[in-house]
């Protein structure tokens, strides 16, 4: 199936562009990412174009991108695209060029999750920040969110789960009981960018992605209690990584007074996860998750996160 070629701009393209003002949020994000890189994670999709709508991906993507930073649904970036000359421009289409609608963006995102894209395309922004060298290294910080499920919420007393999302779980945290996801994440201590996100069941416990979210080249690696683990310790060790996990208490063995400065210590670089977590919900609307089951809310928290650290390093190079 043929796709749509954007690389031609109309007369209306130069007339609008020679007597509007240039500079802003979009402008920039052109000139800081190499969008051609994504072009090579793209091929796949051009390679399985039956029935796909014939847009560029990495025109969609640029639409998925906008949905996080400006919240749109699928109809409401369709209508944004259409009418609002920045999003066009950014997106790379045309003014007498046709936008995708919303199923475009919906078929898209779908091909992305099916393929198992969405975690590539946020380790090819990560590779590009790093190779600018806003990723520091000099420790990872861990922490696991707990997002609110699409679906109503089942009885917990009768332990059962909603058919409409099987995935979705229970979990209880500060004797309040929550049902949906956990969003795990790791994020570079001195840029705040996300190195990885995982999106789980809310059952599982913090501690069973602790090992997985190690990236390897960090100088220290920072987790509240919950990850308190022989085996994660031992793992860090033998990594050469500095543990700075907190410790727990157990029964009949309270903390010692080092271990309680530990704590306090450590926990004032910790907080840079909670504040990624914070801006998370707050402003990119993962308070509750968007859609029903794992691999397509994994998939949206990659588009976040890539939403996330593309706009944390603007903020990067302008204070450089």
């Known amino acids: 199936m043929s796709r749509r070629c954007f690389d031609q701009p109309s007369l209306a393209d130069a007339f609008v562009k020679a007597y509007s003002k240039g500079g802003g949020f979009l402008e920039d994000l052109l000139k800081t990412i190499d969008w051609s890189a994504f072009d090579v994670l793209f091929a796949q999709i051009n390679a399985n174009a039956k029935g796909a709508p014939g847009y560029p991906p990495l025109t969609l993507f640029k639409i998925v991108l906008l949905q996080q930073w400006y919240n749109l649904s699928d109809p409401q970036a369709e209508e944004a695209v259409r009418d609002r000359i920045s999003f066009r421009r950014f997106c790379g289409i045309p003014l007498d060029a046709e936008t995708p609608d919303h199923s475009s963006i919906w078929r898209f995102r779908q091909t992305v999750e099916k393929l198992g894209l969405s975690e590539k395309l946020l380790a090819e922004i990560n590779r590009q920040l790093d190779a600018r060298g806003l990723i520091v290294k000099r420790g990872t910080l861990v922490d696991a ?146 859609y029903r089951g794992l691999a397509r809310n994994n998939c949206h928290l990659q588009f976040v996160a890539c939403a996330m650290n593309m706009k944390r390093a603007r903020v990067l190079l302008r204070a450089a």
């Open 145 to 290: 969110t707990i997002i609110a499920a699409a679906v109503k919420r089942p009885p917990y007393e009768e332990g059962q789960v909603n058919p409409r999302d099987p995935d979705a779980g229970f979990t209880i945290k500060n004797d309040k009981t929550s049902f949906g996801y956990k969003a795990h994440i790791a994020v570079d201590e001195e840029s705040d960018l996300i190195r990885q996100a995982e999106m789980t069941s809310a059952d599982l416990h913090d501690s069973q992605r602790g090992e997985a979210m190690i990236q390897g080249d960090e100088e220290a690696y920072y987790a509240d209690k919950a990850y308190d683990s022989k085996a994660l310790r031992e793992k860090l060790a033998s990594l050469g990584i500095d543990d700075k996990i907190a410790y727990k208490a157990k029964r009949n063995k309270p903390l010692k007074n080092w271990q309680k400065w530990f704590n306090t210590t450590a926990s004032s670089v910790r907080s840079g996860v909670e504040r990624a977590n914070a801006t998370m919900k707050n402003w990119y609307g993962m308070a509750r998750v968007r």
